[in-house]
């Protein structure tokens, strides 16, 4: 069982009060982007072996989104921000960065 | 290779088993090779195979990272059916279950495969509605499907709660040439088969870099050194976006764990595999008399080849109620593998953006039934560089092109 932080009611959730949103600060495209580019909006992912930055939404709590960082190998957390926020936090990647020595920091 | 045969089986017996051979050789890699395939699960080494035997190609490295069916072939629960509802998808799907029928005898090797019917349960109307729209479309296109009532499922599967009350069973496709057969020895016959072509499978070599030059393939590089090759297959399942990152691009794919457990063996209390999807869960009974029952994939991605309790629960709750039977058996074992899942949940058989260099995967939750025409069909792509009439509509492009095959049954039960 996942437990994430909800930075909205800033307490600690069941992964079954939450939906997975997937892939975190993807460039949204509309309608007038070029196939490709829409075409990579939509559906081609990252998908790393490793630290990723993901969507989540509290669906059964405050229905907010937010973001976290997770290892896809072991499912370590290492923590929540703001869906608002563009780019994760200095601080997170620092946190990341101190326990991960091979992390590379936030690729596109 | 020795044949195995009935006569096989009595001259070893006469001599305390003694002269059985080692079922695949493990070479060392040579310089170079025609093809390289890059993954020896079920569906890489029976691309091996098929390009060995329908196009003569024997020149060809099977890499695989870890051994021979310790991967998602031996993860999966054995289920062998074609009852799609798209074309195409039945198409590959149907040619996959047709050599499965005879693939023992191709290989010489007994992969056990048991035709005992594939149930589809509807419990609920558009359930009901969908799985007509569904045995409509496998009659057109030749697959053996029909529509059946409770009252026959109940006769079909004896142990079955049809009447809820919940989720009452209203009718059921039933596809009586599906049915099971012995996952890992689908892998290990392939094995085997290549092997005595001349093919070289090359186990604990993990694949760490691609060689490419000007966007064209030369090789690739290993934990065992570097292998050139004219032309490379990735058949990496779950791993593929890892793969196609060294080489340079991203895949239209997201990796989750997919679970399974069995319970502790029992006699014989079902003889057909039996799919609920409204609740959630399936089952079928093995040789051992295990029950075989298939979880859910996690809501994200991840690598972690464990699965997580609470599927379990939804699953064992699920098959509980529709077969109050089983309510007291405890469970055996409980493991998990990494799947690779498209945007329509359906394969990917296509050449990439580097030449030289296909792909098959995205098979998802389902890819053991698939394995023999898989491999086929990938077999064909990589000796004309051309994917032929099966492997055409997977092609990548089809995601930017917007001719997905929505395929609503890709999996046992929706994912």
């Known amino acids: ?31 007038t982007s070029s196939d490709k580019d829409f075409y990579r909006y939509l559906y081609e992912r990252k998908n790393d072996k490793g630290i990723i930055f993901e969507r989540w939404r509290h669906v059964y709590g405050c229905g907010k989104w937010f973001h976290t ?17 563009a780019l994760p936090p200095k601080s997170l990647l620092a946190k990341i960065r101190s326990s991960r020595v091979d992390f590379k920091g936030w690729i596109k | 290779m020795k044949k195995y045969s009935i006569s096989s089986i009595v001259t070893e017996a006469f001599r305390d088993n003694l002269g059985w051979e080692k079922a695949w050789a493990k070479p060392k890699p040579k310089k170079e090779y025609e093809v390289i ?35 998602n072939t031996g993860r999966n629960t054995t289920i062998i059916r074609s009852n799609y509802l798209q074309e195409s998808s039945i198409g590959i799907y149907e040619k996959s279950r047709f050599l499965y029928e005879t693939l023992s005898q191709d290989l010489n090797y007994n992969i056990m495969f048991s035709p005992r019917g594939v149930l589809m349960l509807c419990q609920t109307e558009h359930e009901l509605r969908a799985m007509k729209r569904t ?18 499922v109940k006769e079909i599967v004896p142990i079955i709660n049809i009447d809820g009350p919940r989720f009452p069973v209203l009718g059921a496709l039933w596809q009586p040439r599906g049915g099971t057969a012995r996952h890992d020895a689908v892998a290990w016959g392939y094995a085997r088969k290549c092997s005595d072509y001349g093919i070289d499978i090359i186990e604990q070599c993990e694949v760490v870099g691609v060689k490419k030059k000007r966007e064209k393939i030369v090789g690739v590089e290993t934990s065992k050194g570097q292998i050139k ?58 040789d051992k008399g295990e029950l075989v029952i298939g979880g859910g994939a996690d809501g994200y991605n991840n690598y972690s080849q464990r699965g997580s309790f609470l599927h379990i629960e939804e699953t064992v709750r699920a098959l509980v109620e529709t077969f109050p039977v089983i309510s007291r058996l405890r469970q055996l074992r409980q493991w ?61 492009d089809r995601f930017s092109e917007g001719r997905l095959i929505d395929e609503s049954a890709a999996a046992a039960v929706a994912h």
């Open chain 2, 336 to 396: 998990g593998g990494i799947v690779d899942m498209t945007g329509d949940r359906s394969p990917i058989i296509s050449k990439t953006p580097v030449e030289g260099l296909f792909i098959n995967c995205g098979w998802g939750t389902g890819g053991f039934k698939a394995i023999p025409g898989s491999g086929w069909a990938t077999a064909e792509l990589i000796y004309n560089e051309e994917p032929g009439n099966l492997a055409a509509p997977f092609s990548m």
């Open chain 1, 69 to 85: 960082a997770r290892c896809t190998i072991t499912n370590q957390v290492f923590g929540s921000y703001s869906a608002k926020d």
């Open chain 2, 37 to 71: 395939i890059v993954g020896g699960g079920g569906h890489g080494l029976a691309t091996a195979y098929y390009l060995a035997k329908n196009y003569d190609v024997t020149d060809i490295a099977v890499i695989e990272k870890g051994w021979i069916g310790g991967g």
């Open chain 1, 1 to 31: 069982m996942l437990y994430l932080f909800c930075p909205i009611c800033r307490r600690d959730c069941d992964e079954t009060e939450l939906s997975c949103g997937g892939q975190a600060h993807l460039i949204r495209r509309d309608h």
């Open chain 2, 135 to 152: 045995s409509h479309a496998n009659r057109i296109n030749g697959v053996d499907t029909k529509m059946v009532t409770p009252d026959e």
């Open chain 2, 229 to 286: 090759a004219k032309k490379v297959c990735f058949v990496a399942a779950g791993h593929s976006s890892v793969l196609s990152e060294l080489a340079g691009f991203r895949l239209p794919i997201e990796s989750v764990a997919l679970q399974a457990l069995v319970s502790e063996p029992i006699k014989p209390i079902i003889d057909c595999v039996v799919m609920a999807n409204t609740v959630h869960g399936y089952l079928s009974q093995s």
